[in-house]
């Protein structure tokens, strides 16, 4: 579909552009199948046929966020096993039920998660759970854009089944990607782990893990291997073509010198960290040494909603209270975290701002909510005070797939909700 905004404030977030946060007034910003074909004054440049021209009314537009670690197919476990420590939530609670899960399961539960990212402004997600086919089907039928990320451990999946579906999902749908994983270094045997650093030397490709969650996880791994889980991982060449981890709480300064070198990305998980008492990761330190940084929800067993607003104000709160600073990690740089640096992480390049040529990825933030008045920063405002209340429309792919409360998708929300309900209730 060919579809016009029109009377729009345009956030771009260029990368290359000095005022990386200044806000376009007056806009206009065209779409042309999936992709944006003009941004900029309006009455700019031959206008095409428009399928449809929406008045956005003085709201702003601005590139969808990208949830840039998640286990979407844990919605089943929401507020299910919380109040827990990390360990004993995770294998008293979690593997055990998931050890009951059916392929099917993962389709209907993943759609649920999709509908909470497109109320959130979430337009992509990084999802890191097991039977990725299914994973792969929810998302093209909702039209939504899923990176998949390989969940290697001694318990679930091979090499074989990594590389195996390395080769099928990233020829599979344009909306569909596949990067080389694994669950972490406590998880995972040294054998397993050699190879996934030799598959990502095959692949030239970049792997992302579970890195430095806890603190006993650090202490630990230093036990079996003299090393931190940054520092050991890379001395297995885990990192010859970049990647990173997800977490990454407890961090030294050997830790960070591995991210500085090999271009790694940390995709910090506020709400999770706190929920489990992991700690908050020194994400102001990070910025200060140009370490890419992207925001994730993490799954919705350890969160437990996937809400992009939330993350992205605990991101800065933390960090104030963690560095003692109200001026730490201001919000246009966790408005950049939470859009060009999942962007990065995630390798979608073609969405990561708003820009001639690039995916048309993109929300609409209604402005006239309480919330959001007066506009005195428009940023300050998304970070600080915005809520999933103020996400007016979600486009994927050049589909308008969220709109003023409903799913233009296909999804029948009564169906998602009522076979959510059916597998938690046979598997208890």
């Not at 004054?41 to 399928?51: H, M, R, S, T, Y």
């Not at 449809?52 to 601005?62: F, P, Q, T, V």
């Not at 109040?83 to 539960?109: C, G, N, T």
């Not at 086919?133 to 854009?145: H, K, L, N, Q, T």
């Amino acid at each position: 579909m060919n579809i016009r905004f029109y009377n729009a404030r345009v956030l771009p977030l260029s990368q290359h552009k000095v005022a990386g946060t200044q806000i376009l007034e007056n806009c206009e910003l065209w779409v042309e199948g999936n992709r944006i074909s003009y941004v900029g004054v309006e009455g700019g440049g031959a206008c095409p046929l428009w399928d449809r021209e929406i008045d956005a009314k003085g709201n702003l537009i601005l590139p969808g966020f990208k949830n840039a670690h998640t286990h979407s197919a844990m919605t089943f476990l929401r507020s299910y096993a919380d109040d827990l420590p990390l360990s004993h939530w995770l294998v008293r609670q979690v593997f055990p039920m998931e050890a009951k899960l059916q392929a099917d399961d993962i389709y209907w539960l993943s759609k649920l998660a999709i509908m909470e990212y497109l109320t959130s402004g979430i337009t992509s997600n990084f999802d890191m759970y097991f039977h990725p086919e299914m994973i792969a089907r929810a998302s093209v039928e909702c039209g939504f854009r899923t990176v998949m990320v390989s969940s290697l451990n001694d318990f679930v999946s091979s090499l074989e089944e990594v590389e195996r579906n390395y080769q099928t999902y990233n020829d599979y749908h344009e909306l569909i990607h596949y990067t080389l994983g694994f669950h972490a270094e406590y998880t995972t045997c040294e054998e397993n782990l050699k190879g996934i650093a030799m598959l990502a030397k095959k692949y030239h490709a970049p792997v992302y893990a579970h890195i430095s969650e806890t603190k006993a996880e650090v202490e630990q791994c230093i036990g079996r291997h003299g090393a931190t889980p940054p520092v050991y991982l890379d001395a297995l060449g885990m990192f010859a073509y970049g990647g990173g981890g997800y977490h990454c709480v407890h961090m030294t300064p050997e830790d960070f010198s591995v991210f500085q070198k090999r271009g790694l990305t940390a995709v910090t998980n506020p709400g999770s960290n706190t929920k489990l008492a992991s700690g908050i990761a020194p994400v102001a330190e990070m910025i200060d040494r140009g370490i890419n940084l992207a925001i994730g929800t993490d799954g919705p067993a350890s969160n437990n909603c996937l809400d992009m607003f939330r993350e992205m104000f605990l991101v800065t709160g933390l960090a104030k209270l963690r560095e003692n600073n109200a001026a730490a990690v201001p919000a246009d740089e966790v408005l950049k975290m939470a859009v060009g640096g999942g962007a990065r992480a995630m390798g979608l390049y073609d969405c990561d701002c708003l820009e001639k040529g690039k995916m048309a990825d993109l929300v609409m933030i209604d402005l006239q909510q309480p919330n959001m008045q007066p506009l005195n920063d428009i940023v300050k405002n998304l970070v600080y005070s915005g809520s999933k209340q103020n996400v007016k429309l979600t486009m994927v792919n050049g589909r308008v797939l969220y709109e003023d409360g409903r799913f233009l998708n296909g999804i029948e929300p009564e169906e998602v909700y009522k076979n959510a309900n059916n597998i938690i209730a046979r598997i208890k």
